[in-house]
């Protein structure tokens, strides 16, 4: 569950207005796009006052799902790579560096 929660905030935080800029981009509508940035604008700023802190709930997520996978894999109960732990990891690394680049851009 702590992965799932990982993904999900990866795709509302970074997924979501990746999507809406391609959107925008796609449309080729001068004003479409102009007025779509208008309407996503207040979450973007509400991401922005957040971001800290959903990389910290995020770090806790990636830390408490490793710290599962170890547990249930001890056990032998799980044979094979760990898809779902790499992913979220990816996931956190990818919030980490989009947060940063936009931190200094």
């Known amino acids: 569950m702590a992965h799932a929660a990982v993904v999900g905030l990866h795709a509302l935080c970074c997924g979501l207005p990746a999507l809406a800029m391609l959107a925008a981009a796609i449309s080729g509508a001068t004003s479409g796009a102009a007025l779509f940035s208008d309407a996503i604008q207040p979450f973007h700023d509400f991401l922005h006052v957040y971001e800290v802190w959903i990389l910290v709930v995020s770090a806790l997520l990636v830390v408490s799902g490793g710290v599962l996978e170890a547990l249930s ?23 980490v560096a989009i947060i940063v680049a936009h931190r200094v851009s």
């Open 73 to 95: 894999r001890r056990g032998g109960h799980k044979p094979g790579f760990p898809w779902l732990f790499a992913f979220s990891v990816g996931c956190f690394i990818a919030n």
